[in-house]
T-cell receptor
Framework: DQQVKQNSPSLSVQEGRISILNCDYT??????FLWYKKYPAEGPTFLIS?????DKNEDGRFTVFLNKSAKHLSLHIVPSQPGDSAVYFC?????????FGKGTRLHILP | NAGVTQTPKFQVLKTGQSMTLQCAQD?????MYWYRQDPGMGLRLIYY???????DKGEVPNGYNVSRLNKREFSLRLESAAPSQTSVYFC????????????FGPGTRLTVL
């Protein structure tokens, strides 16, 4: 029973364009959501988070949107850069419990 | 400033052997965490320590024990390794017990034969 789903295993985007990574969840009781970025042979790096009471949070090139009625969040990266090529995980938190999605591999094409 | 360090980087064990994975952070963080990541999967929380002297079970604690030795160090012990524990193990720390802005170590790749 996957509570946090990233349905696209991979995504390819042209450099300079917008990358949109999607995440769906099933439990409406999550308190907040996070996005992490992971390069091979390294630990994940925290990118951005959003509280369940917000619908948008922005940090530089990264914006996360939360649609509570659809139980859907998305990470927008604008403009996409070569260094953005990595695996992106979304995660949902309820009190002390954290659930990660399986990740989406983003390829930025030159 | 090394951040979060983990030792060893790689380890191969035979079924039934024991070992301890070490984790240390130099950021004066209160909370520390152990995760495992299996191929094609997201991370799963094994144990966490909200502050020095406390530890609590996460999503997948069976087969593991932890020790929060001091504020800097949080170790993960496998008493009797099983092939199902083959995984990459990540340690993380954060200033508070919120998962926001966790800092992760580079991981330990463990294979149990």
């Amino acid at each position: 029973d996957q509570q946090v789903k990233q349905n696209s295993p991979s995504l390819s985007v042209q450099e300079g364009r917008i990358s949109i990574l999607n995440c769906d969840y099933t439990n409406s009781m999550f308190d907040y959501f996070l996005w992490y970025k992971k390069y091979p042979a390294e630990g994940p790096t925290f990118l951005i988070s959003i509280s369940s009471i917000k619908d948008k949070n922005e940090d530089g090139r990264f914006t996360v949107f939360l649609n509570k009625s659809a139980k859907h969040l998305s990470l927008h990266i604008v403009p996409s850069q070569p260094g953005d090529s990595a695996v992106y995980f979304c995660a949902a938190v309820r009190r002390i419990k954290i659930i990660f999605g399986k990740g989406t591999r983003l390829h930025i094409l030159p | 400033n090394a951040g979060v360090t983990q030792t060893p980087k790689f380890q191969v064990l035979k079924t039934g052997q024991s070992m301890t994975l070490q984790c240390a952070q130099d950021m004066n963080h209160n909370s520390m965490y152990w995760y495992r990541q299996d191929p094609g999967m997201g991370l799963r929380l094994i144990y966490y320590s909200a502050s020095e002297g406390t530890t609590d079970k996460g999503e997948v604690p069976n087969g593991y024990n932890v020790s929060r030795l001091n504020k800097r160090e949080f170790s993960l012990r496998l008493e009797s390794a099983a092939p199902s524990q083959t995984s990459v193990y990540f340690c993380a720390s954060s200033a508070s017990s919120s998962y926001n802005e966790q800092f992760f170590g580079p991981g330990t790749r463990l294979t149990v034969l």
